[in-house]
């Protein structure tokens, strides 16, 4: 069904992944909720509270799946039996990445640990991580999650793997703020960039015929039919 091309709507991609699209619409409202009746630093101490030793072992993990290696890894691996799929994976990586990191240089956000640089004594920070200061809006792990995780719902086409992609999503997401990486307004950001822009840019990208034609309808392991 994949290798047969056929103009799409952008209603069909809302169709493709509703499984991951409406729950993270519900997640996001109930995160802006939190954002309106809460401040910043309210929500960065409550976080900074819930430290324990196996999430400070636990979450650098999930972190590093946020990072645009680990997906670029990932997306090698699909193109040993897809290049359609990891085009799609890539590009819209790349996509979002851009448009997070000129958002991070025109507000030029400062992360929490130059935010609170006069609290630092009283914050707990895991061990073993590189602290930054700038660049903080929005966060560019949880872009790169939410872009990569919603192309996996849309490529693989599983209800079950948009509802598991959705909570990797949002571990990554969370991962950053545990870490003290990022605010939570951060992270809101990234996960809406992540998820809007890779939606348009697949509706935009795979309605173009020449994915579905030759090799692309293959992969290195895989030959086109």
């Known amino acids: ?24 619409l519900v997640l996001l409202a ?5 954002k309106v009746i809460y401040t910043r630093e309210e929500i960065y101490f409550f976080i900074n509270k819930l430290h324990t030793p196996w999430g400070d072992k636990v979450f650098p993990f999930f972190t590093f799946l946020g990072d645009g ?18 085009f799609l994976l890539l590009t819209g990586y790349f996509m979002t990445a851009i448009v997070a990191q ?26 073993g991580i590189t602290m930054l200061s700038a660049h903080s809006f929005p966060s560019g792990h949880t872009t790169t999650a939410f872009s990569a995780c919603i192309t996996m719902a849309y490529i693989f086409r599983k209800n079950y793997l948009d509802v598991l992609t959705l909570i990797l999503a949002a571990c990554i997401g ?13 992270v809101m950001a990234g996960s809406a960039i992540g998820v809007f822009v890779t939606m348009f840019w697949l509706y935009w990208l795979d309605n173009k015929e020449f994915l579905y034609k030759g090799a692309w309808r293959g992969g290195l392991l895989k030959k086109a039919e």
């Open 174 to 186: 969370y991962s950053r703020m545990y870490l003290s990486q990022h605010f939570f307004e951060d």
């Open 1 to 24: 069904m994949e290798d047969t091309f056929t103009k799409k709507h952008l209603s069909h991609f809302y169709k493709e992944v509703s499984f991951f699209l409406i729950p993270y």
């Open 69 to 86: 290696v680990a997906l670029v890894v990932f997306a090698l691996i699909i193109g040993l039996f897809s290049y359609r799929r990891s």
């Open 30 to 34: 109930g995160c802006l909720t939190i």
């Open 102 to 127: 000129i958002l991070k240089f025109i507000f030029d956000m400062p992360r929490p640990y130059l935010y609170f640089e006069t609290m630092r004594g009283s914050i707990h920070y895991v061990e």
